[in-house]
């Protein structure tokens, strides 16, 4: 299986802190995405990096990708409590338009 | 716009019964997809489609049958239900790479089968 890995699978912060949770792949990819999971809801797109990028930033959220390493990890800066979800990396494979989801990490945010 | 929206959001179903899962989106996606989640697999692909009277294969795809129709409708068969196929079900859209969209996928709300 060409499925990613999430580390760690499940991780409790208090409110404020900042959460990081990583994800390792094994072939060469195109591009990497995390998802968003709210419990018992549908998948949530929240941010994409390509290939060629190392860093990307939307709001509160630092993705970075390390092709070399095959590894991204996904940065929360100043957790709130509506960010407890779960969340998966994502890739899609050079000439595939499909994505391989990761097991997920579980995020719970301590108010 | 409603996104993507699926029916029914819970069934139970016997052994042996069949169902047809009902997916529809309304931002004229090229590709659509079914997914399944258990606990602690991620989401496994069954099979996609990457236009109007296409289907293909994906990761899980035994047990299940797809058509699409219509652009707008990507519906998944069960036709022999198995205890095995108790899981959350998922249907995602995209636009395909060429459109200059990113690839992402919008997921709706899932369906939760349980097959006894």
């Known amino acids: 299986s060409q499925q990613g890995e999430e580390d760690p699978q499940a991780l409790s912060i208090q409110e404020g802190e900042n959460a990081t949770m990583n994800c390792s792949y094994k072939t060469s990819i195109n591009n990497l995405q995390w998802y968003r999971q709210n419990s018992g809801r549908g998948l949530v797109h929240l941010i994409l990096i390509r290939s060629n990028e190392r860093e990307k930033h939307s709001g509160r959220l630092r993705v970075t990708l390390d092709t070399s390493k095959k590894s991204s990890s996904l940065l929360i800066t100043a957790s709130r409590a509506a960010d407890t979800a779960s969340y998966f990396c994502?890739?899609?494979?050079?000439?595939?338009?499909?994505?391989?989801f990761g097991t997920g990490t579980r995020l719970t945010i301590i108010p | 716009n409603a996104g993507v929206t699926q029916t029914p959001k819970f069934r139970v179903l016997k052994t042996g019964q069949s169902m047809t899962l009902l997916c529809a989106q309304d931002m004229n996606h090229e590709y659509m997809y079914w997914y399944r989640q258990d606990p602690g697999m991620g989401l496994r692909l069954i099979h996609y489609s990457v236009g109007e009277g296409t289907t293909a294969k994906g990761e899980v795809p035994d047990g299940y049958n797809v058509s699409r129709l219509k652009k707008q409708n990507f519906l998944l068969g069960l036709e022999s239900a198995a205890p095995s196929q108790t899981s959350v079900y998922f249907c995602a859209s995209s636009y395909p790479r060429q459109r200059g969209g990113q690839e992402t996928q919008y997921f709706g709300p899932g369906t939760r089968l349980l097959v006894l």
């Open positions: 994502a890739t899609v494979f050079f000439g595939n338009e499909k994505l391989t």
